[in-house]
């Protein structure tokens, strides 16, 4: 995402739709194509214009353009940059929101639609904060938000600088830290998670880094019987996250 732009174009009827319920203040205008008389079209318009945000209508080609080629569905709002949360607020809130028993930590995850993917996994379990760090990591893009199906929008997303450091902060506030290695011997059925627990995964294809992996207080992987050594990070939080979830007797 480009750091001088103060908008970014958001695509497709669901993310818009979740942007106008989530956050309108931050929609600057929503674009509908032209002509286009469709149910959810309809919907979006009919939501921007409850919420008070205005609507132009526009030629397809144009919201092609805006949409850098992508699947827009007929609809694009120009919004805010995304607005990333501070970790200091988080700290202030680990001992007040039961919302912080779990932490996601993502160390160099690069792939916007495996960011958006697994972005909608995180919030359909009811895990609230992430954690990203500033460099060699994709942002929240508009990309990221059409794969998420708009959950990016319920999600606080926290940049550190120094993840590392992130950790390290996080056990001294009583967390204790899980990582997802392919190479772990303990599979992830095999354990019960602590209630305060910062899980955390690794970039596509090399996991994460060895300064992350040595601060896990331990390692756990995904039993796999097929020939492939690995999986997808945005499937692999989907099967761990799942677990846990099933572990705090929510399924």
Known sequence: MDKEREFLFLFGVNPVREKLQ??????????????????ALQSVEGEAERR???VRHL???????????????GVVAKIATYSYSSFSDLLRELTSSAECRSILLLDGVTDPRNLGALLRTVEAVGIRHIVIPKHRSVG??????????GAVHYLKIYRVTNLRQAILTLKEKGYWVVGLDAQAKEGIYGRVYPERLAVVLGAEGKGMGPLIRQECDF???????????????????????YELFRQRGVL
């Open 219 to 241: 390692l756990v992987s995904i039993p796999m019987q097929g020939k492939i050594a690995s999986l997808n990070v945005a499937v692999s939080a989907g099967v761990f996250l």
């Open 59 to 73: 030629e397809s080609a144009v919201l092609d353009r805006l949409a850098g080629g992508a699947r827009h569905q």
């Open 22 to 39: 989530a956050a309108p203040e931050e929609v600057i205008e929503v674009l509908i194509a032209r002509g286009h008389q469709r149910a």
């Open 140 to 149: 929240v893009t508009a990309t990221v938000a059409k794969t998420s199906a």
């Open 52 to 54: 008070g945000r205005p």
